[in-house]
Structure formats: C-alpha cells, structure tokens
C-alpha cells in the first residue's frame, strides 16, 4: 500500500537536473510532497489533487498523472540546498485522513 | 511563532514500562497525526485524528494509543513498549486537514531497551 519511490538515492553536481518519481498501486485522490534535511523534521513542498496539475515552487515542480497512480518531482538548476531526503505521500479516495508515505529518495547535491 | 511541540526529544527506556510523547500544537488546527520514521521504510502513519474525539488507525497502529481530548493536545502512548518500537516518532498538524500543508514536530527519537 505505500507508494514506491525511484530512485533511491541520487547524487548531482550542482546545476543538474533530478526527476523522483512516485508510484502507487491504487487510485490517487492527491499526492504530497515533503524535503527532509538530515536530523531535521520533514517539510512541505506542495499537493497535487487529481487532474494531472502541474505546480510549482521555486525551481521545483511536480506533475499527477492521476491514471498512472504515479507522480513526479522535478528539479531543475539543482541548488546544495536541495539536498535532503524527499518523500511522496499519497491520498487514496474514501481515505480521508489517511496519508501513506513512500520510503524516500536521498538527493545529495554536490559542489 | 506557530509551531508543533514535541516532548521528550529523546527518550530511553525499558521494555514494559508505559510512557506518553507529548504533542502540542498551537495553531489551532483540527487535524493531527502521528509517524514513526525507521530506515528504509520512510514514514510510517500510526494515528491520525480529524477533530476533537474523532480518532483513527493509520497503517502502524499496534502497540501504540493515541486521545484528541482538546484541539492543541495529540498525545501518543506505549502501553508496554517493546524493542521493536524503537523508533523516531513525529508528530503533524494541519489547518483544513491532511488535504493542505502539514507542519511536523521536532521528532522524538525513542529506545527500547
């Protein structure tokens, strides 16, 4: 029931471009998306609701492709910030409340 | 400044013996939920409540028990902890629900012995 994450870990130069994809075995209401720095708590990127928008934050961005059960985060220009551990989290329908996390990606973003 | 407290930040403790992590937020959101974070299985819903009263399982409930008796307070309890509830624990609030931004505590990092 939780969403797999790919891939499990990257490492970029900076300036690079990395794709995290999300994929779930059931239909999707909404997906999340949180960035976790080590010995930190995990915080907000953004939400997607079903019908496949595409948001933005920052040089960050993210689509729902609600008929794949799938989600990607792109980001663009990779910054040392960006480093962190980024998880998806999934909403299924007639699952209020229920928010299930992927098991993460690790993003290390070097000089 | 609007935050979610957790309480302790580290605990130790032995098989058997009941504790409470302690949740607090003051942003007046409705909904809270509990995670435990272990390696390579990302974070792991325990509890989540909708409002005052209103409570219910996410995908790791066993072992652990949660009350919503007022708004701010999200309290997690270990009747009979065990080694296998080691863990980093966070708690989350949000404002309309787990539909909008959630905001996580600082994280409670508890062992088993």
């Known amino acids: 029931q939780q969403p797999v994450q790919s891939p499990q870990a990257v490492i970029l130069r900076e300036g690079e471009d990395a794709v995290i994809n999300c ?9 999340h998306w949180y960035r976790q720095k080590h010995g930190e708590a995990p915080v907000f990127l953004m939400i997607l609701l079903k019908g496949g928008e595409q948001k933005g ?5 993210a689509s729902f492709n609600e008929k794949k059960q799938q989600s990607s985060l792109y980001l663009t220009a990779s910054q040392l910030s960006y480093s962190g551990t980024y998880f998806c989290g999934t909403e299924g329908y007639n699952q209020g409340g229920k928010l299930i996390f992927g ?3 690790e993003l290390s973003v070097k000089p | 400044e609007a935050q979610v407290t957790q309480n302790p930040r580290y605990l130790i403790t032995v098989t058997g013996k009941k504790l409470t992590v302690t949740c607090s937020q003051n942003m007046n959101h409705e ?3 509990w995670y435990r974070q272990d390696p390579g299985l990302g ?5 989540y409540s909708m409002n005052v009263e209103v409570t219910d399982k996410g995908d790791v409930p066993e072992g652990y028990k949660v009350s919503r008796k007022e708004k701010r307070n999200f ?4 009747e009979s902890p065990s080694p296998n509830q080691t863990s980093l624990y966070f708690c989350a609030s949000g404002d309309k629900g787990w ?3 959630l905001f996580f505590g600082s994280g409670t990092q508890l062992s088993v012995l």
């Open chain 2, 99 to 101: 539909r909008e931004k």
């Open chain 2, 75 to 78: 309290p997690l309890i270990l």
């Open chain 1, 23 to 31: 994929s779930s075995s059931k239909a999707l209401y909404s997906v």
């Open chain 1, 57 to 61: 934050h920052e040089k960050i961005s």
């Open chain 2, 31 to 33: 909904y809270m939920s």
């Open chain 2, 43 to 47: 974070l792991r819903q325990i509890y």
């Open chain 1, 103 to 105: 098991q993460g990606t």
